[in-house]
């Protein structure tokens, strides 16, 4: 198990290695230097201002050399400073981390405490009424515009019912809660972004759990289940679902960088002072140093990602975790 | 084909004739402004409503039809070819070739796609032509895996083994022989991507990162929504249920092409 | 001397659905099969014959595609085709057990053998985990599995082909049942591991006083180890009889045919 942990982190240097091309390609693809776009959108910048700019960024060196620059200031976990506000990036993305990453958490709670058992479900009853409505909910859940959801949402329960706030992650007396106050405080905030969040994985991962658990009950040892006299309870819930559940794993390991791009779409609509949103105010003030510094984290979260869920995956099945003698 | 096959063709269809033939379905200019008669709620002279600027709203839509199905055509069409062109150079020659192919596809996958192409759009500046290309150039790694696998498996038969011995080159192998018997999977991928890429173009437009007004798209016609929640409710609906139906559409037209091309393994 | 079957078949009639469409095939169509307390019964025939889903119905084991039409299954006083679910799961495995032709896909992968093993134990003889895992451990002895204890602790996947088959046997002797199904258990292995499995088999039958249905499309196994043959073709016993009987003097000429098809060595 040590080993293929090792093996991984060894495999993920390369991988990082291209991350930071990338993400270096994509900002500098401008057919301009990047403050020239930033003083465009603040005029008054007199070209002396300018070129002092270029120079506080390193804009004056040929390419490579800059490439090789912000890979060093990396490696020394410095992001650089933001066009629009000379905070570190590192600090604006650390305060924002937190809040996506308790969202995106909860999200992946809700799908698997949900999805899950749809799924089973309707593979048991394959063909019934029940499996007939759930690939219908889950046919819409894959083509819903989650903005669209995210409005309607906010429409029915914040504007017409008035059961939930529709903006920010705190009310604005919170300080002056007692702590069960403060939760449910947070509770009723976080509701509509997390459900948004989880809505279009609820869909896949349900639907992904069907066909699985389909395979599955399939398989030879379910019959033998069968054959030995064990109540269907158990032929069902503990031989094949524990077959069954191996690869949903991955699968939500590999969702992970959907929750994180779709952030940027709710945080926005809902306030939430969340990653995403730096991104989208970024994108929209062309603050690049904070652009490439939330791609970067956003790719890096991804990778850590993949492998949790890989090293989870090994560790859950023993063909891998126990090797044969 | 079944039900649900059937409504996705019909769906595709309906929103293709609408694209195409829009300036004459429509009775309005969907560019006149007419202030007096902003946020006008359906009646018989419009049959959506108008929007704040007092535009028809049900000519907007159409002409939206004919953005979001552009964009989604051009951004799959670009995705196809250069994920067919990965996969398959990478399918077939294998070796340093292949590993260096899958770990750029890796590499890309890492990002959140979203991500991606909000930072290219913020260099790059919102443009139909923009979003149409960067959104191609950001998925293109399904169908080449896709295509990738199909040729790996293909590789070893025997016809190819015979067009070699005619002498025939590489590149005619791969165009005449390998990529038809790879074309099912692409094609409900393609189809699959239809969708995909009119989910992320409404979503682009509605943060204003992608079709600009006054040009039209389903997305930037949401953008108003936000403002007029609880005031003009034909704003959120109508927009939305159209994207939400067409996207449903091509999604059902993509499975039931996968089920047409790789019939349902029950025993 | 005649005796009770143990086990008795009645005009068994079962369809099947045919994949991909609805029409319903007939794979079994009447058959009458008796048991006889410690014998082994080869029931021979090509695959499609029927054989495998006789079996699987004796305890209800069928797929949802394949239905019953009609026929009795008499086994210890009762039909069994009559019973309701519950009382033919308290059958399952103790009374009735299988082994099936794929070790490796037959055994769930994600658990020990030793706890697929207490499974069966601690259901059927309501024993308690420790009682269960010496119980359990026993019953690997028996089939002849080297160091016992140890091996409880191992993964199918961590188990050679033979290995698993004897595991196999041992789950479906643990509750020391009256008849033993054996579905094409030896045609998975190599052909080494074949013999020392219906050895293995013939030994149980006699400690354990075991009754066995051997299943199987070699007729060249069932010479081996059975005392009766029943030969079955497109969903019928086509011929019936002590296996040297058979053997000697087909009466039917599909029985002559799979008796030529076996490969002899200078003749029999």
Request: with cysteine; hydrophobic share 50%; proline share 5%.
């Amino acid at each position: 198990m040590v080993n293929y942990i090792l093996k991984r982190l060894m495999g993920m240097v390369p991988v990082l290695i291209g991350i930071t091309l990338i993400t270096f390609f994509v900002i500098h693809l401008s057919p301009g230097k990047p403050t020239r776009l930033q003083a465009e959108m603040s005029p008054k910048i007199s070209l002396e201002a300018r070129e002092k700019l270029d120079k506080l960024y390193g804009l004056d060196k040929p390419v490579h050399i800059q490439y090789w620059e912000w890979v060093k200031r990396l490696m020394r976990l410095d992001l650089g400073k933001s066009f629009v506000d000379e905070r570190p990036v590192s600090e604006k993305i650390g305060e924002r981390i937190p809040i996506t990453i308790t969202i995106n958490v909860l999200s992946l709670a809700l799908i698997f405490l949900a999805a899950v058992p749809i799924g089973i479900t309707s593979a048991v009853r394959e063909g019934s009424a029940y499996d007939r409505i759930s690939t219908v909910f889950v046919f819409i859940g894959f083509a819903m515009p989650t903005f669209w959801l995210a409005l309607l949402l906010m429409s029915l329960f914040g504007v017409q019912l008035g059961w939930l706030p529709i903006s920010g992650i705190k009310s604005i007396d919170f300080e002056d809660y007692n702590l069960v106050e403060k939760i449910f405080d947070l509770i009723r905030h976080l509701a509509l972004p997390v459900f948004v969040s989880a809505f279009a994985g609820l869909a896949g991962i349900s639907r992904y759990m069907r066909t699985s658990m389909l395979e599955i009950l399939n398989k030879d040892f379910v019959r033998t289940a069968r054959a030995k006299g064990l109540p269907e309870r158990d032929v069902i819930y503990k031989h094949a679902l524990r077959n069954a559940l191996l690869p949903i794993v991955t699968i939500i390991g590999l969702s992970v960088p959907g929750l994180i791009g779709g952030s940027v779409i709710f945080e926005s609509i809902y306030a939430i002072p969340g990653m995403g949103k730096l991104f989208y105010d970024s994108v929209m003030a062309r603050d690049y140093p904070v652009i490439m510094g939330v791609l970067f984290i956003g790719a890096v979260l991804t990778l850590i990602g993949n492998l949790i869920a890989d090293v989870m995956y090994a560790y859950v099945d023993p063909r891998i975790r126990v090797s044969g003698r | 084909m079944n039900r649900l096959t059937m409504f996705g063709l019909v769906v595709v269809a309906v929103m293709a004739f609408a694209a195409l033939f829009a300036p004459f379905i429509v009775k309005h200019d969907p560019g006149s402004i007419d202030l007096q008669n902003g946020l006008m709620p359906p009646s018989a002279g419009h049959i959506m409503g108008t929007d704040s600027l007092g535009r028809d709203l049900f000519s907007r839509m159409v002409f939206g039809a004919r953005i979001s199905l552009s964009v989604g055509f051009v951004a799959v069409g670009i995705s196809v070819v250069a994920g067919v062109l990965f996969g398959s150079v990478a399918g077939y020659y294998g070796g340093w070739i292949d590993s260096a192919i899958s770990r750029f596809i890796d590499i890309m996958l890492c990002f959140p796609t979203f991500f991606l192409i909000l930072a290219t759009i913020a260099v790059l500046g919102p443009s139909i032509w923009n979003i149409m290309v960067i959104i191609g150039l950001t998925s293109w790694m399904g169908v080449a895996r896709l295509i990738r696998a199909e040729i790996l498996s293909l590789k070893e038969r025997e016809f190819v083994e015979a067009a070699r011995a005619v002498g025939a080159s590489d590149f005619r192998i791969i165009t005449r022989h390998l990529i038809p018997n790879g074309i099912g999977p692409v094609l409900v991928s393609a189809t699959l991507g239809v969708a995909g890429a009119i989910l992320t173009e409404s979503g682009l437009s509605f943060l204003g990162l992608g079709v600009q007004p006054p040009v039209p798209s389903w997305g930037n016609i949401l953008t108003e929504a936000k403002s007029t929640l609880g005031i003009a409710w034909w704003i959120t609906v109508f927009p939305g249920l159209a994207i939400l139906i067409t996207v449903l559409g091509y999604n059902l037209l993509g499975e039931g092409l996968r089920e047409h091309f790789n019939p349902h393994r029950k025993q | 001397m005649s005796k009770e079957p143990l086990l008795e078949i009645t005009d068994l009639r079962l369809d099947f659905k045919h994949t991909g469409s609805d029409r319903m095939v007939e794979a079994v169509r009447g058959v009458d099969l008796r048991v006889f307390e410690g014998e082994i019964l080869g029931l021979v025939g090509e695959s499609g014959s029927g054989k495998s889903v006789t079996a699987l119905s004796i305890t209800g084991l069928l797929p949802k595609t394949a239905s019953v039409k009609s026929g009795r299954i008499f086994f210890e006083g009762r039909d069994l085709l009559a019973l309701p679910e519950e009382d033919l799961r308290k059958v399952r495995g103790s009374r009735i057990s299988y082994v099936f032709q794929d070790p490796a896909s037959s055994l769930n992968p994600v658990f020990t053998i030793g706890d697929q093993l207490m499974e069966t134990v601690m259901l059927h003889q309501n024993a308690g985990k420790g009682d269960a895992f010496d119980i359990a451990a026993g019953s690997l002895k028996d089939v002849g599995m080297p160091s016992p204890k140890e091996q409880m602790y191992a993964y199918p996947h961590q188990l050679s082909g033979g290995m698993r088959q004897r595991v196999m046997i041992a789950m479906a002797i643990a509750c020391r049942p009256k008849l033993l199904i054996a579905d094409e258990p030896t045609t998975a292995l190599d052909v080494t591991v074949q013999a020392q499995i219906l050895e293995l088999l013939s030994e149980l039958k006699e400690e354990l006083s075991l009754t066995v249905i051997l299943i199987t499309h070699d007729l060249s196994i069932v010479s081996q180890v059975a005392e009766k043959t029943a030969v079955m073709q497109q969903g019928r016993i086509v011929e019936y009889g002590d296996t040297e009987m058979v053997y000697r003097k087909p009466s039917h000429p599909y029985t002559k045919k799979l008796i030529d098809c076996i490969p002899k060595i200078g003749g029999r």
